[in-house]
C-alpha cells in the first residue's frame, strides 16, 4: 500500500471533496490535528464549528461525513473512521496502513523527496551568524549560528534552495579606532596568534584613549573619513582586518559544522545605500525631520512617532538604510522567495521597521515581495538567572565554550567507556560536546531565555543530545549484535505491526512529516526536538515490551524494520539540527 509523506496534507484534500459529497457547506474546514494516541492518529474537529454556525446537529453532520468518508478509495483499507465525542471524527491508521507508511521511506533522501513538496521551486535566504568584524565571537553569538544553521537544513530539507549569507558587520565607526592603534601600537607577535583578541586589544586601546584625549578621537576620525572616502591605503587595511577576521570565524564555524554561500557584509553595500534614500524620498515613503531623513508609519503605534532613520543628521548613512539596499539585493540579485534574519530580540523593532518599510516600497515599485521573518531568540542566561557571564565578569569567548564542550565531554566519554581507543574518543567527545551545546539550544522554543548549565546538557537523561546519540548507537548495537545488515532489510518480509507497543511506535514514526510541516513553518527547531525525544522514549517501550530477534521470520521482519526506521528518522532529525551521529559511543 502506497501512503503519502504527509498524512494530514492528503486526508486534508479527501475531506474537502467529501464533506461536499455529505452536503456540508463548501467553505467547510476540516481543522484536522494529530489526534490523542488513545483515540486515533488524526482527528478532525472542523465539523462542530461549521455545524454550530449553520445551527445543525454536529453530530448528524459528522456521521454523514464518515459514510462518504468510508466509501473513499483514500480512506478505505487505510483508516478506521468514526465519530466521537460531539461531532470529532477520528481516523486511525490500519495495521496494513501503517506497514505501508513505514515502507515507503527508507532513507533520508526519499523522506527529504517527500517532504520537499512544502518549498520545491522556493529560494530562501538565510541571514544568520552576522557578527561583527575585528571581534572576537561570545557566547551571546551561538543561538544564531546553531538556529540558523538548524533552519538551513531544514528548509533545504523541505525542497527550498536555501542561500546562506553571513551579513558581517565589516564597515562604520569602529574602523576608525581600530585603525589608529593598529597603525600606533600593533604587536605583530599577537596578532599572528591570536588576530581577533590582537584586534580587539587595539580597538579598546584606541577607545580609552579617545576618551580622555581630543586629539586622538580626531586622529580616528580621520581615519574613518579616509576609508570611507577610498583612500587604498585605507582599503588595503581594512581587506587584512577583514581577510583575518574570516579566517578566524571560520575555524569556529567549521568546528560547528556550519557553513555559508555568501559573506556579503554591511561594506558591500556601501554603493548601494545612496540610491535607497533617493527612490524613498522620490516616492514620498521618507521625508526630513531634524536633519535627519527618516521614513514614519503613520498606522503603527510606536513608529508613527518613532521612526525608522534611514539616514542620520550628519549625513551618514546607517544600519536601516544598509538594511533596506540587502532587501532589494536579495529579491533582485538572490531572486528570493522567502528572507529569513536571524538575531536576538533586541532588533525587534528595526526589522519590523525594516519590513513595513519595505512593503510600502516594494508595493509602490512593483517589486516581488518576498516572505520575509525574523527569527528572534532569548538570552542564554547563567545559573544566577542574569545573561551568562564569566567569573570576571566579561563575555565567555564562544572559543573557550566550545573547548570545554569538549573537554567536558571527552572526560564522560572516558568514564563511560574507558577501552575506546583515543581517536575515537577524540571523535566521540566533539560529537557529543558540541553536538550537546546545540541541543540545549535548540530544544528550547527559540524566543524564550534559557538557564546554561554542563550538568543538564551533558546529561544522558532526559531531552538532550547525549541521550539521543546514545539511542541513536543503542539501535545500531542491536543491529550489530544480530548481525545484521540494517541497511540491507527485507522490508517485504514485514507483516503488519500488530502489539500496542510496535504501533504506537509505527504511529509515531508516521507523525514525523506533520512535525517537520510545523518546523518549517514556525521555523522552530524545538518542534523537532521535542519530536524526537517523544520518539526514542516510545522506542524504548516497545524495545522492552516486544523482543526483536524472535524465532518467526515476519516477526522478526517486522520489529527489525521498526528498529531501522526509528534509526533512520533519529539520525535524520539530528542531522537537521546540525549534529553529528555515531556508530557508537
Ligand atoms: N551584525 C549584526 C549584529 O551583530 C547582525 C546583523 C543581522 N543581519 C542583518 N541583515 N541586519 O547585531
Known sequence: MDLPFDLITELERVL???????????????????????????????????????????????????????????????????????????????????????????????????????????????????????????????????????????????????????????????????????????????????????????????????????????????????????????????????????EALEEIYQALDVRFDHYLGESFYRDKVEPVCEELTRLGLAEESRGALVVFHPEHPRFATQPFIIRKSDGASNYATTDLATMVYRVENLKADGIVIVTDSRQSDHFEQLWLTTRKWFEKTGRPLPEFQHVVFGTILGEDGKAIKTRTGDPIKLKALLAEAVERARQVVREKNPELPADEVEAIAAAVGLGALKYADLSQNRTSDYTFSWDKLLSFDGNTAPYLLYAVTRIRSIFRKAGVDETALDVGAATPPETEAERALARKLANLAPVVRQTVTSLRPHVLCTYLYELSGVFSSFYNADRVMVEAPEVRARRLLLCQRTLLVLEAGLHLLGLKTLRRM
Not at 83 to 91: D, K, R
Not at 150 to 179: E, M, Q
Request: net charge negative.
Open 16 to 246: 474537502g471533496r467529501s464533506a461536499a459529497a455529505a452536503g456540508l457547506p463548501e467553505d467547510f474546514s476540516p481543522d484536522l490535528r494529530p489526534a490523542d494516541p488513545r483515540f486515533g492518529d488524526i482527528q478532525a474537529n472542523g465539523v462542530l464549528a461549521a455545524a454550530k454556525a449553520a445551527r445543525a446537529n454536529p453530530r448528524e453532520w459528522a456521521a454523514r461525513l464518515v459514510e462518504v468518508l468510508r466509501a473513499d478509495p483514500e480512506v478505505a483499507g487505510r483508516y478506521e473512521v468514526s465519530v466521537a465525542g460531539p461531532g470529532f471524527i477520528n481516523f486511525a491508521l490500519t495495521p496494513e496502513a501503517l506497514l505501508g507508511w513505514l515502507r515507503g521511506f527508507g532513507s533520508e533522501e526519499e523522506l527529504s523527496r517527500a517532504a520537499g513538496d512544502l518549498y520545491r521551486g522556493r529560494t530562501w535566504v538565510v541571514d544568520f551568524a552576522s557578527p561583527n568584524t575585528a571581534k572576537q565571537m561570545h557566547v551571546g553569538h551561538l543561538r544564531s549560528i546553531v538556529v540558523g544553521e538548524s533552519l538551513c537544513r531544514i528548509l533545504a530539507f523541505c525542497g527550498a534552495a536555501v542561500i546562506r549569507d553571513n551579513h558581517l558587520g565589516d564597515w562604520g565607526t569602529p574602523y576608525g579606532k581600530l585603525f589608529y592603534a593598529y597603525r600606533r601600537f600593533l604587536d605583530p607577535e599577537r596578532l599572528k596568534a591570536d588576530p581577533l583578541e590582537e584586534l580587539e586589544r587595539l580597538y579598546r586601546l584606541a577607545d580609552e584613549k579617545s576618551k580622555q584625549d581630543p586629539e586622538v578621537m580626531e586622529e580616528a576620525r580621520r581615519e574613518l573619513v579616509r576609508l570611507q572616502s577610498g583612500d587604498p591605503e585605507s582599503l588595503k587595511l581594512w581587506e587584512e582586518v577583514n581577510r583575518l577576521s574570516i
